[in-house]
T-cell receptor, first 114, second 112 residues
Framework: AQSVTQPDIHITVSEGASLELRCNYSYGATPYLFWYVQSPGQGLQLLLKYFSGDTLVQGIKGFEAEFKRSQSSFNLRKPSVHWSDAAEYFCAVGNSGGYQKVTFGTGTKLQVIP | SQTIHQWPATLVQPVGSPLSLECTVEGTSNPNLYWYRQAAGRGLQLLFYSVGIGQISSEVPQNLSASRPQDRQFILSSKKLLLSDSGFYLC???????????FGQGTRLTVV
């Protein structure tokens, strides 16, 4: 069965610093991978997705993620964090069987300090 | 463009009372529809999904049920709420040839 691990429950970074949120997945074939962001009390917004092609994926709000098959990872990065990036971030893995097969990680809460 | 509406935003209900949460999608036809529950530190748990009118699949046994009376309407219900039903409920849709899902703004349900 597929699974996703986000090892960091909570991360604090200073505004302007770089950010990397870790995501490791378990899946037998080439997965569909997603990163979503959730502001407090809100729904989830898609940041980026990967299912084939270039392993470095660009998303919205200046985020990018790199698919590394050898490490089963799909880490999210941003070169310079803004205070508005404070939110909870979810990594998810799925397959071509439909979105109902997507499994979410438990999330990483990002705090940005001035 | 497609939009998804979910209401109410917050709800406080007594134990044993019924529940009805509604979700509608606009701007697309025959979407796949989903109900998720989010608990702190546990990520998102898929409760139900639907690939068409009247077609409901349940992912976990529970006190809740779902219905899809119209193509773009998805309803989450309960006849008698339990304290453990408290949580943040999210509706989502996918389809139109896209691989990702789009989420509503969520409903914070507190059962007291």
């Amino acid at each position: 069965a597929q699974s996703v691990t986000q090892p960091d429950i909570h991360i604090t970074v200073s505004e302007g610093a770089s950010l990397e949120l870790r995501c490791n997945y378990s899946y037998g074939a080439t997965p569909y991978l997603f990163w979503y962001v959730q502001s407090p009390g809100q729904g989830l917004q898609l940041l980026l997705k990967y299912f084939s092609g270039d392993t470095l994926v660009q998303g919205i709000k200046g985020f990018e993620a790199e698919f590394k098959r050898s490490q089963s990872s799909f880490n999210l990065r941003k070169p310079s964090v803004h205070w508005s990036d404070a939110a909870e971030y979810f990594c998810a893995v799925g397959n071509s069987g439909g979105y109902q097969k997507v499994t979410f990680g438990t999330g990483t809460k990002l705090q940005v300090i001035p | 463009s497609q939009t998804i509406h979910q209401w109410p935003a917050t709800l406080v209900q007594p134990v044993g009372s019924p529940l009805s949460l509604e979700c509608t999608v606009e701007g697309t036809s025959n979407p796949n529809l989903y109900w998720y529950r989010q608990a702190a530190g546990r990520g998102l748990q898929l409760l139900f999904y639907s690939v068409g009118i009247g077609q409901i699949s349940s992912e976990v046994p529970q006190n809740l049920s779902a219905s899809r009376p119209q193509d773009r309407q998805f309803i989450l219900s309960s006849k008698k709420l339990l304290l453990s039903d408290s949580g943040f409920y999210l509706c989502a849709w996918s389809g139109g040839g896209r691989t990702e899902a789009f989420f509503g703004q969520g409903t914070r349900l507190t059962v007291v």
